[in-house]
């Protein structure tokens, strides 16, 4: 049975870091967080991509145990071309190419409606809300977005806000996004619009939780060997949605932990160029890493 639903972009990424470049490797919002949420949970993934997609993605993805029954395929996959300067918080976008996601329409199979953890990764909100529309009640409901969809579809973006419990973003974006640089002023702009929680994502440092009347501050991990943070935000995402529908606790002080698990999972995503690094990936070095996660908090 599977009991986290994701929702977002299955890609071929092209991208260029101070570290090396690689070509249509397999990128995309849904696929980091299908493999985040793997290491916690039985992901099932709603996307699309095109005919020109490589089987053995498609295989790596099934041998995580992520269900593909609402993988579309149709035309050529969305494809994204991305580059890093020295500074490695800020992804620039080079070249968007939606191709099949132009069309796409997200249709949730009759078997995933119950599932009761929902992502909205990043993707047309529109296919967002189109999801949120076809689930049974969801228990708890995570969104995503970034820049592109700010800037092109602001209006379904406000109304998916509207419908969900956690709102994840980064620094930048919370700030174009609630039109204020305050970062405390953006995230009392999302609670009154109705989420409970807002976690903005500050790259290499860290990342904040805003509730009605409490504030946490996750510390970034001190990486030395960092070479693409592409799918940094997304693993984060997934890795906690993952660990909420494992421990069923949706508590502030578990939202906590699940923060910290967010940030070990991406924080070994920025290890190496695509999903390398996730591939490799075992349980036994994200507890490791989390542990050292704790003894950084210790004061
Ligand atoms: P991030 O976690 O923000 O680094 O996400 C990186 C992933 O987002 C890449 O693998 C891209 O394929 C994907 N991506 C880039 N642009 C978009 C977009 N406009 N909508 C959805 N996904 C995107």
Redesign the pocket.
Known sequence: MNDVLVI??V?L?TIETPFGKVEKAL???A??ASFAASFFATPALISVVGNDFPKEYIELMRKRSISLDGLKIIGKT?H?E?FYEYDMNE?K?RK?ELNSLEHFKADVPEKFKGIKYVFLA??DPEQQLETLRQMNKPDFVVLDT?N??INNKKKYLINVIKKVDVLLLNDGEARQLFNTINLVKAANSALSMGVKAVIIKKGEHGALLFTKNKHFSAPGYPLENIKD???????FGGAFVGYLSKTKDLSEKNLRKAIVYGSVVASHNAEDFGLNRLKQLKMKDIEKRYKEFQDIREF
């Open positions: 977002g972009t890609a990424d990128g995309g919002s696929t980091y969305f994204w991305g992804a976008t968007t990043n993707i970034m592109f969809w943070p592409t799918g940094c935000g997304d693993s």
